[in-house]
């Protein structure tokens, strides 16, 4: 199975990350892509970016499975061995599991060529591999090194900060990433800009300030949100981890950015035995918070492994349909708070979303979408009469848009649906039969909205 790397994982050179995660002939593929790379969008109209700093596509997971063979890594001279192929074989042993073999291939490169142009990244991978042996403290060295040698390298800082957590060095760790925050890029113009703000986004999660994670993507946003739409499937993609779920995340960049998210079988596997076991854990997950389980059954959810994020248009300038831009991003950022607060039983979370659909109206108050997952947000939270408001003002908004999806939460049949649930989850039967009925007439297939209607019929004989 394809191998992939964990959320903290450094990308300050995308290529060469994305090369450590596949085959050496998906290498090969990847390279010849970086032909088509293009010049990302920056709100400061002046500024130069370097068109070979940027890649097209990286892609990172949650899953450390791996079946890449392992090249034999104990050449008989300096001269005789390719540096960066040695890397990337450190990087497949790590992503396979075997973090001892990868600490050896990393001391090896550092013997053989310490002075290589990627000592930093070299000492960074040690320090990874370290601390995935519980070795926290030589890890946190690695990491220092790693930071003195590159220091652009910014998520060795973020790493350090998560090793001395993981020491029980609480006070330093919240330290580490309050200092790490100032080394932060100012202008987010690719995607391992993006990167850094993720891993800053993880640390703070990590340590337990779920809020402080939170406002570091906000606050990639509000420098560039062609750009930082990209870090938003963060909060799915970790929650999906910490239920020990397969799933991928890939990053595309052209002039906006976006993250698509999947899940990783076995190419052996049974696809459609791994998708239902798959689905029950999650749907096992969200039961546990029994307000928020009603909700998700009811309006239909329970049809999808999550919400997955709108489509960013790609701009033609700078500052191109900037005020969209953000509503989009912003509402990427809430459908991933939301997706999180489902699956983790997040209250949080759920409040996060809530203030990202509300930020998101402020910059188009007529998406009709927008008001649906806000008036989903707000059932959840039991604000009852709030969200009939505002899925009210999502239907209303629903007769201008056009064109047919096949996502689920973006189809009439689900908005008629959820107004159903509010509706009745507030009391009003006769109201919620009446919007169960009409998401039944838009779309015989949708199952809820006709188990919705028998339920009612059924409680009132």
């Known amino acids: 199975m394809q191998s992939f790397f964990r959320v903290h994982w450094s990308c300050w050179l995308l290529l060469l990350v994305l090369g450590s995660q596949m085959s050496p002939k998906t290498r090969v593929a990847t390279a010849e892509m970086l032909q088509f790379s293009a010049i990302a969008p920056s709100l400061t109209p002046k500024s130069a970016v370097d068109k070979n700093k940027i890649a097209v596509e990286v892609t990172d997971s949650e899953s450390a499975n791996s079946g890449t063979k392992l090249e034999n890594t104990e050449p008989k001279t300096a001269d005789s061995i390719d540096v960066r192929e040695l890397f990337w074989n450190g990087r497949d042993a790590l992503g396979a599991g075997d973090a001892s073999k990868a600490e050896a291939i990393f001391r090896q490169i550092l013997e053989l060529s310490p002075e290589t142009d990627m000592a930093g990244r070299v000492y960074n991978s040690l320090g990874e591999s370290l601390q995935a042996q519980g070795k926290f403290k030589p890890a946190i060295k690695a990491f220092e090194q790693a930071s003195t040698t590159d220091p652009s390298l910014f998520q060795t800082r973020t790493n350090r900060s998560i090793a001395q957590f993981q020491m029980g060095d609480i006070d330093t760790a919240k330290s580490t990433l309050k200092t790490a925050r100032t080394f932060l890029p100012q202008k987010l113009q690719s995607l ?10 993880n640390g703070f999660n990590t340590i337990g300030d779920f809020s402080a994670a939170v406002q570091v993507l906000r606050q990639a946003i509000q420098i560039n949100p062609y750009i930082a739409n990209a870090g938003t499937c963060y909060f799915t993609s970790n929650a999906m981890q910490s ?19 999947g899940f990783s079988f076995p190419p052996e596997s049974d696809f459609q035995e791994q998708n239902k076991a798959l689905r029950q854990k999650i749907y096992s997950a969200v039961a546990q918070n029994p307000t928020f389980d009603e909700v998700y059954r009811k309006s239909g959810l329970n049809q999808i492994p999550f919400i997955y994020p709108h ?28 997706n999180r607060a489902f699956l983790l039983g997040d209250v949080v979370a759920m409040e996060e979303a809530k203030t990202a659909f509300q930020t998101s109206l402020k910059h188009n108050p007529k998406y009709p979408w927008t008001y ?13 009469e709030e969200a009939v408001s505002q899925t009210q003002k999502g239907l209303s908004h629903l007769s201008q848009q056009q064109g047919d999806t096949k996502e689920l939460v973006q189809r009439p049949a689900w908005a008629y649906n959820l107004l159903g649930t509010a509706l009745e989850l507030q009391g009003d039967i006769a109201g919620a039969t009446s919007m169960y009925q009409k998401a039944w007439q838009l779309d015989n297939t949708f199952g809820v909205a006709e188990a919705n209607l028998e339920r009612l019929k059924a409680s009132q004989n």
């Open 243 to 261: 239920l020990g779920l397969p799933m991928g995340v890939t990053t595309r960049q052209y002039r906006s950015a976006r993250c698509e998210m």
């Open 372 to 384: 649906l997952k806000l008036g989903t947000t707000l059932m959840a939270q039991g604000q009852l």
């Open 192 to 201: 391992s800009d993006v990167s850094d703000y993720r891993a800053l986004a």
């Open 311 to 338: 489509t960013l248009f790609q701009p033609d300038s700078p500052q191109d349909r900037i005020d969209e831009a953000y509503a989009i991003t912003h509402l990427n950022l809430g459908i991933n708070l939301l």
